[in-house]
T-cell receptor, first 112, second 119 residues
Framework: DQQVKQNSPSLSVQEGRISILNCDYT??????FLWYKKYPAEGPTFLIS???IKDKNEDGRFTVFLNKSAKHLSLHIVPSQPGDSAVYFC???????????WGAGTKLIIKP | NAGVTQTPKFQVLKTGQSMTLQCAQD?????MYWYRQDPGMGLRLIYY???????DKGEVPNGYNVSRLNKREFSLRLESAAPSQTSVYFC??????????????????FGEGSWLTVV
């Protein structure tokens, strides 16, 4: 039973447009969410995070939105650049639990 | 800046063979982790070490053992490799224990991965 789901295995977006990556979760105890980015043959690298006390967090071109009632979060990348082509993982944790629970990832392809 | 370094990068094993994946971090982090990643699945925690001298099981510990040799090093051992252990393995580290001390800024830093095939 996957507690964190990224239902789109891949997403193709035109360079310069907005990329929206989605993540759904089932555990209402999750209170901290992270996005990681992974290039081929490299380990994941931290991108952005959000606490459940917020509904939005921005860092440059990256914005994460959290909808707690829907148990849904999304990562917006504006504008999309070729270097954004990578696999994006969503992860969630609950305070007091040692584990981060990871989604399966979404492969983002930015087309020229 | 080395960060998290893991070896070997690639390894092919025969069923029943043993091997150890080595990991070292130079960021003075307290916590270290071993994850595996399989196609179509997220990262799954095998073992973690919250601090030097302690280790705990994660989500999928069966078939693995770990050693926190010192603050810098955390190794993963497969005693008798099985084809089900074919995977990409990632070592990682953080200052605090991810999940327990988040969201105090304890970002997890990953190594580049080790591709293990068991035939």
């Amino acid at each position: 039973d996957q507690q964190v789901k990224q239902n789109s295995p891949s997403l193709s977006v035109q360079e310069g447009r907005i990329s929206i990556l989605n993540c759904d979760y089932t555990n209402s105890m999750f209170d901290y969410f992270l996005w990681y980015k992974k290039y081929p043959a490299e380990g994941p690298t931290f991108l952005i995070s959000i606490s459940s006390i917020k509904d939005k967090n921005e860092d440059g071109r990256f914005t994460v939105f959290l909808n707690k009632s829907a148990k849904h979060l999304s990562l917006h990348i504006v504008p999309s650049q070729p270097g954004d082509s990578a696999v994006y993982f969503c992860a969630a944790s609950a305070t007091g639990n040692y584990q981060l629970i990871w989604g399966a990832g979404t492969k983002l392809i930015i087309k020229p | 800046n080395a960060g998290v370094t893991q070896t070997p990068k690639f390894q092919v094993l025969k069923t029943g063979q043993s091997m150890t994946l080595q990991c070292a971090q130079d960021m003075n982090h307290n916590s270290m982790y071993w994850y595996r990643q399989d196609p179509g699945m997220g990262l799954r925690l095998i073992y973690y070490s919250a601090s030097e001298g302690t280790t705990d099981k994660g989500e999928v510990p069966n078939g693995y053992n770990v050693s926190r040799l010192n603050k810098r090093e955390f190794s993963l051992r497969l005693e008798s490799a099985a084809p089900s252990q074919t995977s990409v393995y990632f070592c990682a580290s953080s200052f605090g224990v991810a999940g327990l001390t988040l969201p105090s800024g304890n970002t997890i830093y990953f190594g580049e991965g080790s591709w293990l095939t068991v035939v």
